[in-house]
């Protein structure tokens, strides 16, 4: 069976980045590819921050606070300042993301057997198997950036972002959106945009180094989607990537069983999560 995201990634292809479907009563505009994706939440993020009316909210929160990923308005702004100040304040909010971080970091299993002999082979040089992994060795460890960035653009596990609402009548693409419309960006598009990525659908670290060997950022980069709704844990859960990721492999070998064949398929859901497996794990 297609993934929804796979599903609506195809008729982008023939209809365009901007297209709707009638979803029952309802219809939703789908806005693929990363130029539209970011002229709707980055460069219109006034115009579409706000969430749509959904009726299974109203059971799910009490009052009109809707939580900090279903509000809108004045509502959604006080509780996002209080979120952003909590996480820089007091540095919570790791639990919130473990799920995201556990996710990923499967994907991270799936490709370790590819690129470890090099990213190790980074590691023991820059900061060697006894010293712990600090954020101040990230720009030292160029390939082992990119592996992590790459297989978080792989991986891809909020395939089709959140809903969001045209908060008054405007233009994308060409197309009027009138007020009121349900608008959901297709973050997979972005990930795997043929215009942005010279081997969208390979597993490839070189998306994020140029021709020296250092670190680029990719402005088509865009896991935890972008603008005013960006994840407000983003800043965190790249942090844990790292120190996670280096600190195993500072350690540990990684393989998988003989016979076994991995994928990035797998099941959809509000994330994309990847199916079960098993991995041997092989002090160094």
């Given at each position: 069976?297609?993934?929804?995201?796979?599903?609506?990634?195809?008729?982008?292809?023939?209809?365009?980045?901007?297209f709707s479907v009638r979803l029952g009563?309802?219809?939703?505009?789908?806005?693929?590819?990363?130029?539209?994706?970011?002229?709707?939440?980055?460069?219109?993020?006034?115009?579409?921050?706000?969430?749509?009316?959904?009726?299974?909210?109203?059971?799910?929160?009490?009052?009109?606070?809707?939580?900090?990923?279903?509000?809108?308005?004045?509502?959604?702004?006080?509780?996002?300042?209080?979120?952003?100040?909590?996480?820089?304040?007091?540095?919570?909010?790791?639990?919130?993301?473990?799920?995201?971080?556990?996710?990923?970091?499967?994907?991270?299993?799936?490709?370790?057997?590819?690129?470890?002999?090099?990213?190790?082979?980074?590691?023991?040089?820059?900061?060697?198997?006894?010293?712990?992994?600090?954020?101040?060795?990230?720009?030292?460890?160029?390939?082992?950036?990119?592996?992590?960035?790459?297989?978080?653009?792989?991986?891809?596990?909020?395939?089709?972002?959140?809903?969001?609402?045209?908060?008054?009548?405007?233009?994308?693409?060409?197309?009027?959106?009138?007020?009121?419309?349900?608008?959901?960006?297709?973050?997979?598009?972005?990930?795997?945009?043929?215009?942005?990525?010279?081997?969208?659908?390979?597993?490839?670290?070189?998306?994020?180094?140029?021709?020296?060997?250092?670190?680029?950022?990719?402005?088509?980069?865009?896991?935890?989607?972008?603008?005013?709704?960006?994840?407000?844990?983003?800043?965190?859960?790249?942090?844990?990537?790292?120190?996670?990721?280096?600190?195993?492999?500072?350690?540990?070998?990684?393989?998988?069983?003989?016979?076994?064949?991995?994928?990035?398929?797998?099941?959809?859901?509000?994330?994309?999560?990847?199916?079960?497996?098993?991995?041997?794990?092989?002090?160094?």
């Amino acid at each position: 069976m297609t993934h929804p995201h796979i599903y609506f990634t195809k008729l982008a292809d023939i209809y365009g980045n901007v297209f709707s479907v009638r979803l029952g009563g309802e219809k939703m505009v789908f806005v693929s590819g990363y130029r539209m994706v970011k002229e709707a939440i980055v460069t219109q993020a006034e115009n579409f921050v706000d969430r749509p009316y959904n009726a299974i909210n109203d059971r799910l929160y009490s009052g009109d606070s809707g939580g900090l990923f279903s509000s809108s308005g004045e509502t959604w702004k006080r509780q996002r300042r209080f979120a952003l100040s909590t996480l820089r304040s007091f540095g919570l909010g790791k639990g919130t993301m473990e799920q995201s971080i556990c996710e990923e970091s499967r994907h991270l299993q799936e490709e370790i057997e590819k690129e470890k002999d090099k990213v190790q082979a980074e590691i023991d040089r820059v900061i060697g198997q006894i010293q712990l992994p600090r954020m101040a060795d990230r720009p030292n460890l160029p390939y082992t950036d990119a592996v992590i960035h790459e297989i978080q653009r792989m991986g891809n596990i909020v395939p089709l972002n959140l809903v969001r609402m045209a908060a008054k009548d405007t233009t994308l693409g060409g197309y009027v959106i009138p007020k009121g419309t349900s608008l959901l960006p297709n973050l997979t598009s972005v990930l795997f945009d043929k215009t942005e990525w010279e081997t969208p659908d390979t597993f490839n670290p070189r998306h994020f180094l140029d021709a020296e060997g250092k670190f680029v950022k990719r402005d088509a980069f865009l896991p935890f989607s972008a603008g005013k709704r960006v994840c407000l844990g983003e800043g965190l859960a790249k942090m844990e990537l790292f120190l996670f990721l280096v600190g195993l492999l500072q350690k540990l070998s990684f393989s998988v069983p003989d016979g076994v064949e991995l994928s990035t398929e797998g099941v959809t859901g509000l994330t994309l999560v990847p199916h079960s497996f098993n991995v041997y794990t092989k002090a160094r």
